[in-house]
């Protein structure tokens, strides 16, 4: 709604600075801490940092050059904003660079740490607003009916407009931010919109004796400000600090407290604000519809009024100073000052708030908040304390609105707190705090109401209070810490050094050019997807609500539309091709059915909800929605020979072997959706002569450009795909067929130059291309993110089970694996994936290894390759048999690793040629050097302590191997030197994020600096531009995947550049002779070309079988300490040991390991992509799929990049990055586990019978959210221990 920002002006972050005028110090940071991966998040990031910044030196201004943020605000700048590619911390570092309390020897590898910081000059962040701005505000018209849009200025105005015409809808509009939640809003048609913020009476501030009456349209944030200006007042300073973790900073400065409210009262928004104020006793004033007189309420009786009528206006709240509500003659209110103490000084308040959800911070609605007050006092005989009255509010855990628990207040009130008390409490308690039917996870937010009472008064059985009372808001501390250790290699200058990364200034503000930021050309159209929402049903007919075509519409497309020479395909792949759109019949919910195409993208996605599709499922048989099923009715995709899982040993033999066995042991796993940041997005034009141009963002613009020509039957020099970046691709944007080709070229079943097509996702660019081709104009789409999250699948779900025998030592001599792989609908890649588990699987020598997986053909949406497919499930799974087999012993896990380590000759068994020389595994290596990196030996004594010390916390620690194979691919490149002496790249692989431009120009500088003229190689850097993809200027692209594009377009462009010296050298030497030297590069180049050289060079790079294929090691040591009364899990410290070879580029490789690892992290710990039972995905939003965030990962987080020397084989010395470290976040899971295993074993110690029924060897699901690491911890854990106190008191 561009209304809603009248008179206000924007500076966007290109407007902060830019390549033209100059950078602002905010993108120098950013850029110099390397911390941009695709970039698609950067320019948020640059203006949450900027406003930080803003605010931190708003009203005392700082020291020269520094700003007056602290380390802490800095890590809290950035906590609203979703990054999938950087793991936030350099994100942090370069914010942190700017706080007085931060030296920068602490902060992450940077490029200042030389040349100095880049100079911040807090007077000139001053955003004023633009004179020439001004210029354009306009006066409105004084009749308000003219417009749609009204900013009345006083309440009367207010009225007036409100009471204007009866049968008009009006919607009042504050922060607007509640769009964001009700999505359905933003399509809505009201008649008038009312915004109230510029009334004075809805923003003002009024204190009196009684409290603080706060205008309805105050923003949290300023809020937040008010309250802690009486920070004295224990009760504002909790809200405020509770209110800070309501949704993200940019919500919070938006958002009013009014609207929250009113979400609350009227939609039953899960709301903290009214949760806290009920307990606060806040009260709310109401100006009634038409008669404009002025109610009030308690918000307790307003949120259970009926809901507020739309011209009915939330003008303010009151939240008072405390008074006790059984006033008693000793008890006087002193509002003030005696928030705490009262004329009778054993009379003490208690407040405190509560609130679990799955990210610390905020940006995460609570699976329950609460907030509790409380007056109490010593018992007359002084040696317990007694509730005088208690007022206990809960919300958001699935019920209409916050309420109070009044049975357990009125069974507290004159209690004296004991643990029969509590416990008698928490029984009543759960009668009374009981989830609607269909809320998720019911058991758990129960069981949090339990915590938080149990938290609350669980203290006052002792009289700590006494000594301090209740805990006072903590001054904030930074949270995160990190160090790197990294080796510059100067061996192949600029190669191996860690220099910025290619435009990631540009990216920072916002100039860096995506798919979607192309300006639309003339005439161009928009298009949105319908797909299906059943699982198996014939489609009758496809239609619009009521039969009524929406405004802008401009057709429906689908199979039916397909020109007769083109085909219905929206993938070609090896096995078998995609459809574009579902024929008669749709095969899963989430299959695409048809393209809609309106005049904008707005119209497109609004238009799509109207649509409606009448199914028929008469005659057609159950879909198979799993893979029991699938097996059931032989549902499977065959899986050619080459592909099968290869046995390694004889499993009979080795099961003989061992001395022990755990037979039928099951494990299971879910999806996780990519998340890219850029959802998929194409742009196509038509040009003359039946061709196409098309933009699209994909990882494979070859196979875009195959699949566009197939389905429009024109031949593949008709379709020029194009593409210059893309915002984050993670498999989603491709599906990778790295795994399979190796194994191709294992067998030498086929020449290396004949490789397998992977089935590329080339569905949204082929619809735009046929929309354009059919509709003669340009199309477009960036597809939303419910759709893209629905139709797009992500990781293949699997059910695991196996058997594994093995030695009283813990050696195992046998592995027995049975997997189901869930593909969904078709082939895609999945037959490749088996070679990918089992390659991850090998990381340990198993004795002997059988292995058997179907791949099973369900009616849910196709799964494809998500970075390192298949690996990191089959890394988990080996962890998951060694925790077990380590549980069955009753040895130390890592006892059991280090015993089943491959020695070289058994990786060898098991890895055949793929090993390499003895010398390059040097995971052994690895592994004892992560112990004394981390202290790893030292801490798990120190963790033992601390979970002998503390009841309600344990932790884990744990250390676990990666092994990861990948193979390069046939490359080709082009480099050619233009006359001024720059130099333009052409490579097929694709800047997602990984950095290719920056190592490929670094190779580049590096081969041609091999001529040794006047220009150093770190000068040429400056006169290379790598550019963007275009499928008819370089052929044969093939796909940007399997991490080893980057490496495999440097050698690519290596080879060119060996060309191009080639013809240099001879003109260099004559130069050299006639001038006597030095000669400088733009002279060389100019003498070229006055001799006509050919200055342009196009070669291919071809691995051979001894350089095609190679693993790659790491190590991680994950700390994590659990809060099992609510199952938050927190990493307390990450250490990474990664083995890159000779690195090209270290500080691009630190980035992608660990952003993967950060990605892993949400794999094993937060991402839940769930359909419902026809298949259809229900976590289709950021409300409900919850991904990473700074408040999430590793507090410290320690990398050493390990340069291994010398590698033959591979192009100068290096190894790839980009996928093999998301498999070590496993090492989080494990740690977790292991402190879930402490807590286990403490309630065995309070049962009666043993600890007879608690499994000590059990599998922890991944992921591990909050509720399942509560539920393995015990939901009843608070009970459980008061029940043994009360038992043992008993007995004492
Ligand atoms: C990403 C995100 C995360 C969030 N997380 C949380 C969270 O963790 N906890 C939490 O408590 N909240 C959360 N929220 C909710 C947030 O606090 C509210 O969206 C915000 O406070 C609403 O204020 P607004 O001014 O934007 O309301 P608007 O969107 O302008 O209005 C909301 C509704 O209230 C009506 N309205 C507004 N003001 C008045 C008034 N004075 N009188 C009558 N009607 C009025 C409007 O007509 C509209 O129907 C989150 C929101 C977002 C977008
Ligand atoms: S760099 Fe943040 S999403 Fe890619």
């Known amino acids: 709604m561009t209304s809603h920002i009248d008179g206000c002006s924007i500076t966007t972050s290109e407007g902060l600075g830019n390549s033209r005028a100059g950078f602002h110090a905010v993108h120098e940071r950013i850029a110099g801490f390397h911390a941009t991966q695709c970039g698609f998040c950067t320019p948020g990031m640059s203006v949450s940092m900027f406003s930080a910044l803003l605010n931190a030196d708003k009203t005392h201004p700082p020291r020269a050059g520094v700003s007056n943020l602290t380390a802490a605000e800095a890590e809290k700048a950035v906590s609203g904003n979703l990054c999938r590619c950087t793991g936030y911390r350099p994100l942090v570092d370069a914010c942190k660079s700017f706080s007085a309390d931060v030296d920068i020897e602490d902060l992450g590898f940077n490029t200042f740490c030389k040349k100095g910081l880049p100079c911040y000059d807090h007077a000139s962040q001053v955003c004023t607003f633009p004179e020439f701005l001004k210029k354009e505000l306009k006066s409105l018209d004084d009749d308000p009916r003219k417009y749609r849009w009204s900013s009345p200025v006083s309440i009367s105005e207010l009225q007036s407009l409100l009471g204007l015409e009866n049968g008009v809808s009006v919607k009042l509009v504050a922060g607007n931010t509640s769009t964001g939640y009700y999505k359905e809003e933003k399509d809505k048609k009201y008649d008038r919109f009312v915004d109230i913020r510029r009334i004075p009476e809805l923003t003002a501030v009024r204190r009196d004796e009684k409290g603080v009456e706060l205008g309805a349209a105050i923003s949290i944030s300023k809020v937040i400000e008010v309250l802690r200006e009486k920070e004295s007042v224990l009760i504002f300073a909790k809200i405020a600090a509770h209110m800070e973790k309501i949704a993200s900073r940019f919500v919070r400065n938006t958002g009013t407290i009014g609207g929250n409210i009113i979400m609350a009262q009227r939609k039953h928004f899960p709301s903290d604000l009214t949760t806290i104020l009920v307990a606060a006793r806040a009260t709310v004033k109401i100006m009634s519809s038409g008669s404009g007189v002025q109610e009030q309420y308690t918000l307790e009786e307003f949120l259970h009024r009926p809901p507020l009528e739309a011209k009915s206006v939330l003008l303010s709240l009151t939240i008072p100073f405390w008074r006790p509500v059984k006033n008693s003659s000793t008890h006087r209110a002193d509002p003030e000052h005696s928030q705490m103490k009262h004329s009778r000084m054993d009379t003490h308040l208690l407040f405190e708030t509560y609130r679990a959800a799955p990210r610390p911070l905020g940006n995460a609605l609570a ?565 004394e990196f981390s202290g790893f030996n030292q801490r798990v004594k120190v963790v033992e302590e601390f979970n002998a010390l503390n009841r309600w916390r344990k932790r884990g620690i744990s250390r676990v191997p990666a092994v990861y194979g990948v193979s390069m691919r046939f490359t080709p490149g082009r480099v050619s030197v233009l006359r001024d002496g720059s130099i333009v790249v052409e490579v097929p692989g694709i800047e997602i994020g990984q950095g290719l431009w920056t190592k490929v120009k670094q190779m580049v500088a590096f081969s041609l600096g091999l001529i040794q003229c006047g220009t150093t190689s770190d000068e040429l850097l400056d006169k290379i531009r790598v550019i963007q993809a275009d499928t008819l200027s370089l052929v044969q692209g093939s796909i940007t995947g399997g991490s080893t594009t980057s490496v495999a377009s440097s050698e690519a462009a290596r080879i060119c550049c060996d060309g191009l010296v080639e013809r240099l050298l001879p003109v260099h030497a004559a130069l050299v002779e006639k001038t006597g030297g030095p000669v400088t590069w733009d002279s060389l180049i100019s003498q070229a070309y006055q001799q006509s050289i050919n200055m342009s060079v196009s070669n291919v790079y071809t691995p051979d079988i001894s350089t095609g294929y190679y693993l790659n090691y790491g190590v991680a040591a994950s700390e994590v300490e659990v809060n099992i009364l609510t199952g938050e899990t927190t990493i307390l410290r990450t250490d990474i040991i990664y083995d890159c070879g000779k690195s090209l580029n270290p500080a691009v490789d630190l980035g992608q390991i660990e952003g993967a690892f950060v990605q892993g992290l949400g794999f094993f710990m937060l991402e839940e992509y769930l359909m419902n039972s026809d298949g259809l995905i229900v976590t289709d939003s950021t409300w409900t799929y919850k991904i990473p965030t700074v408040d999430t990962i590793p507090r410290q987080f320690n990398v050493e990049i390990l340069n291994s020397g010398h590698h033959k084989n591979r192009v100068l010395s290096s190894k790839a990055s980009g996928e093999p470290p998301l498999l070590l976040a496993a090492s989080v899971h494990c740690a977790v586990r292991a402190a879930v295993k402490e807590a286990k074993k403490q309630i065995q110690t309070w049962s009666n019978n043993n600890g007879q029924g608690i499994d000590l060897s059990f599998d922890l699901p991944v992921p591990a959210t909050m509720p399942v690491v509560k539920d393995f911890c015990g939901l009843d854990v608070v009970e459980k221990y008061l029940e043994w106190n009360i038992h043992q008191k008993k007995n004492f």
């Not at 790197?484 to 860690?498: D, F, R, T």
């Open 367 to 931: 699976f329950l908040n609460a907030a509790f007050s409380a007056e109490v006092s010593l018992n007359e005989a002084g040696d317990g304390v007694v509730v005088n009255d208690c007022l206990l509010a809960f919300g958001a855990y699935g019920t209409k609105h916050a309420i109070r628990a009044k049975k357990v207040e009125d069974f507290l009130a004159g209690k004296v707190i004991s643990d029969e008390v509590l416990l008698e409490a928490i029984s009543l308690l759960k009668d009374e705090i009981v989830p609607d039917k269909g809320t998720s996870n019911p058991g758990y937010r129960s069981s949090l109401a339990v915590t938080f009472l149990f938290e609350f008064f669980g203290s006052l059985t002792t009289n700590s209070w006494l000594n301090g009372g209740c805990k006072e808001p903590l001054k904030p501390v930074a949270m995160l810490s990190s160090a790197q250790q990294i080796v510059e290699n100067q061996e192949y200058s600029p190669v191996g050094k860690g220099i910025e990364k290619t435009g990631a200034k540009l990216q920072a503000s916002g100039e860096a050019v995506y798919v979607d930021d192309i300006p639309s050309p003339e005439n161009c159209l928009y298009g949105e997807f319908i797909y299906s929402t059943m699982p198996l049903a014939r489609i009758k007919s496809i239609g619009f609500k009521e039969n009524r075509v929406p405004e802008g519409v401009l057709g429906i497309i689908t199979y039916k539309d397909i020109p007769k020479s083109g085909k219905n395909v929206g993938a070609k792949g090896f096995f078998a091709s995609d459809l574009l759109f579902a024929e008669e019949v749709t095969h899963c919910a989430g299959q695409i059915i048809a393209f809609l195409v309106a005049e904008s993208q707005k119209i497109a996605d609004i238009a799509t909800k109207l649509v409606v599709i009448d199914y028929d499922t008469e005659g057609l048989e159950e879909p198979i929605l799993s893979v029991e099923d699938a097996v059931k009715k032989s549902s499977l995709f065959e899986i050619p020979p080459f592909l099968r899982g290869k046995p390694v040993g004889d499993i009979n033999k080795g099961m003989s072997e061992a001395e022990h066995k755990i037979l039928g042991s099951k494990i299971s796993f879910g999806s996780q959706y990519f998340f890219y940041m850029e959802t998929q997005t194409a742009l196509a034009v038509p040009d003359e002569d039946n061709c196409m141009l098309v933009y699209s963002s994909t990882q494979a613009p070859e196979f875009v450009q195959r699949t566009i020509a197939g389905c429009l039957g024109v031949p593949e020099h008709n379709v020029r795909v194009i593409t210059r970046r893309v915002g984050g691709g993670f498999g989603g944007k491709v599906m990778k067929a790295t795994q399979a080709q190796s194994e191709l070229l294992l067998e030498g079943s086929r020449p290396n130059t004949e490789r397998p097509t992977p089935i590329e996702y080339s569905l949204v660019a082929a619809a735009c291309a046929l929309g354009a081709s059919i509709m003669q104009c340009p199309v477009r789409t960036y597809v939303n993110r419910k759709t893209d999250m629905i139709t797009t699948g992500g990781r293949h779900p699997m059910k695991i089970t196996y058997s594994v025998g093995f030695k009283s030592n813990g050696k195992i001599t046998a592995l027995d694996l049975e997997i189901l792989l869930d593909a969904g609908l078709s082939e895609d890649l999945s037959p490749f994936m088996p070679s990918g588990i089992q390659g991850a699987i090998m990381k340990y020598d198993w004795g002997a290894l059988s292995f058997d997986v179907k791949v099973c053909k369900t009616n849910t949406v196709s799964r494809t390759s998500v970075r390192a497919p298949g690996d990191v499930q089959g890394s988990y799974i080996a962890e998951a048999i060694i925790e077990k087999v380590a549980s069955y012993l009753s040895i130390d896990v890592d006892v059991i690793r280090k015993v089943n380590l491959h020695t070289y000759e058994s990786l060898r068994l098991f890895h055949s040629n793929k090993a390499g020389e003895p010398t390059e595994y040097t995971l052994p290596l690895l592994w004892d050097k992560l112990a």
